[in-house]
């Protein structure tokens, strides 16, 4: 748990890095983001829109600029692979998660950059943060990172997360790996706006704020696998919380909170009313449902607020 004014006020680490070994999972242990990758990516495009090298409102094609592709509303499908597919709908008008559109935006960053996404990543938002955390994981960090049960399988038929094919693979949508202090330090980045724990900003007041506000109005839309809204709000990066019910937090956050959730069983949120923010980091894939259940993500956010 992160409180704006007051840094990391809580943490807990319980379980082991691999089911059936006895290293215990700790402050060093490196778990795969999944989707909380997206939210460092789309911060990295904000810095490279400061730096002059990209332009949200620009049209990349078929009627989308990078402000859709960040917020899911380019139209673009999920599917990661189809990156040059044409939009499903008209950009805009319908909130699709999109890994896809992801993919798109990492890749017009590194294009505009002239450097490897991984590369930019680290030197715009990471290492300015000191996050111990990376795009894509080298064989020499394996052993520090947990191995996730019921992992799933991506479209290419390799496991996600664990397999050495998808940690080299370094892709925007889900390809960071990151410890909890490390993912705390940018939650409290965005609660600071934009400022790092030295005082020096990783980006603008005003960029956070534009990030963390809902992105084309709040058009019907879906998470697939989690559900169908008639009114789906989004940041640049971050869900906006909202009112819309069920949600993966549950009902105590407030509605302008941001949120994002990971298949390899992560959670963060940020509650700028209540100036806290939650980094959850697990080894358990989502596609069991574990999360949405009793003591689920929903349970959790609950009751830390309320204390």
């Known amino acids: 748990m992160v409180d704006a004014a007051e840094g990391i006020v809580g943490e807990r680490y319980a379980g082991v890095r691999e089911a059936g070994a006895a290293e215990p999972i700790g402050p060093e242990t490196l778990f795969a983001l999944a989707s909380l990758t997206k939210p460092l990516v789309a911060a990295a495009c ?23 592709l960040l917020s899911h509303c380019s139209g673009l499908p999920t599917d990661g692979d ?16 999109s890994n896809a559109g992801y993919r798109l935006a990492g890749s017009l960053l590194s294009g505009a950059a002239g450097m490897a996404l991984p590369t930019y990543l680290r030197a715009a938002v990471l290492e300015p943060l000191a996050m111990d955390a990376s795009l894509g994981l080298e064989p020499e960090r394996f052993a520090r990172a947990a191995t996730v049960r019921e992992p799933g399988r991506s479209e290419h038929g390799y496991k996600l997360f ?37 005082g020096t900003h990783v980006l603008a007041a005003e960029t956070v704020g534009d990030m963390l506000v809902t992105q084309f109005g709040s058009p019907p839309g879906e998470v697939p696998g989690v559900g169908r809204w008639d009114a789906v709000a989004w940041g640049l990066g971050m869900d906006v919380r909202g009112t819309r019910n069920p949600h993966w937090t549950g009902p105590a956050l407030s509605p302008d909170s941001s949120t994002h959730f990971g298949a390899a069983g992560t ?41």
């Open 82 to 97: 189809l990156v040059d597919a044409p939009p499903l709908e008209t950009p805009g008008s319908y909130r699709r998660y």
């Open 162 to 198: 664990n397999d050495p094919e998808f940690r080299a693979s370094a892709t925007a949508s889900g390809g960071g790996y990151a410890t909890a202090h490390a993912y705390a330090a940018f939650l409290l980045m965005l609660l600071r706006g934009g400022a790092a724990a030295d």
């Open 267 to 307: 959670l963060c949120w940020i509650d700028p009313q209540r100036g806290l923010g939650l980094v959850v980091l697990a080894n358990r894939g989502t596609y069991g449902g574990w999360w949405s259940g009793e003591g689920g993500w929903a349970a959790l956010t609950s009751a830390l607020v309320a204390r």
């Open 46 to 68: 904000l810095v490279g829109a400061e730096e002059g090298l990209l332009d949200l409102d620009e049209p990349v094609r078929d009627g989308f600029g990078l402000r859709h």
